[in-house]
């Protein structure tokens, strides 16, 4: 097993735009979650869904959205992008209640 | 309000001599610690939880409910051991769902 994959692995964007960035988890796996990582700072809760249905939801706007698929891959979906929004996103798979496995993250610029 | 601190952003130390990395944590009920470790050019990786108390790599970590620490210690740092540390509590956020708060993380750099 690969391991948590995630594509792409960098992405530029402006602002405004719209973005979508993927994540396939361990074999075996049901529950994703995303995390944004900002430069200095530590990951910060964004997502978490489990069977498909949304878990657990951090403190970021509605412009921020998931989405899990019947096969445990998941979207993360973000409109109307702002400068504020570069950072590394990583998503994480795991068994429920268990350890999370990171994927490498994709780094996405706003221009 | 729960929230993890790492107060150091970056510690340096020698070769064979100890290491303790801080984390002081905020939260009202019965966390869940742990840390997690990232090698330079890795993903992040679980190093240890507070519930399996196992030592990794030699590394022990400690929950201390009464000053609310989870220190991160070593007794002989090894050049391998350089990496980023976080520290991170998995905890009930807003009664409604389980969230792993995590620290800003120590750069720890370990000299020759």
């Known amino acids: 097993d690969a391991g948590v994959t995630q594509s792409p692995t960098h992405l530029i964007k402006t602002r405004g735009q719209h973005v979508t960035l993927r994540c396939s988890p361990i074999?075996?796996?049901?529950?994703v979650s995303w995390y944004q990582q900002v430069l200095g700072q530590g990951p910060q809760f964004i997502f978490q869904y489990y069977e498909k249905e949304e878990r657990g939801r951090g403190n970021f706007p509605d412009r921020f959205s998931a989405r899990q698929f019947p096969n445990y891959s998941s979207e993360l979906n973000v409109n109307a992008l702002l400068l504020g929004d570069s950072a590394l996103y990583l998503c994480a798979s795991s068994l429920p209640s268990d350890t999370q496995y990171f994927g490498p993250g994709t780094r996405l610029t706003v221009l | 309000a729960q929230r993890v601190t790492q107060p150091e952003k970056l510690l340096s130390v020698f070769k064979g001599a100890p290491v303790e990395l801080k984390c002081n944590y905020s939260?009202?009920?019965?966390?869940?610690l742990f840390w997690y470790v990232q090698y330079s050019r890795q993903r992040l990786q679980l190093l240890l939880r507070?519930?399996?108390?196992?030592s990794i790599k030699g590394f022990t970590a400690d929950l201390n409910k009464g000053e609310t620490s989870f220190h991160l210690k070593k007794p002989f740092a090894q050049e391998e051991d350089s990496a980023m540390y976080y520290c991170?509590?998995?905890?009930?956020?807003?009664?409604?769902?389980?969230?792993?708060?995590w620290g800003a993380g120590t750069k720890l750099i370990i000299k020759p």
């Open positions: 074999s075996g796996h049901k529950s």
């Open positions: 991170a509590l998995s905890g009930l956020y807003e009664d409604s769902n389980y969230q792993l708060i």
């Open positions: 939260y009202s009920g019965s966390p869940e």
């Open positions: 507070h519930i399996s108390r196992e």
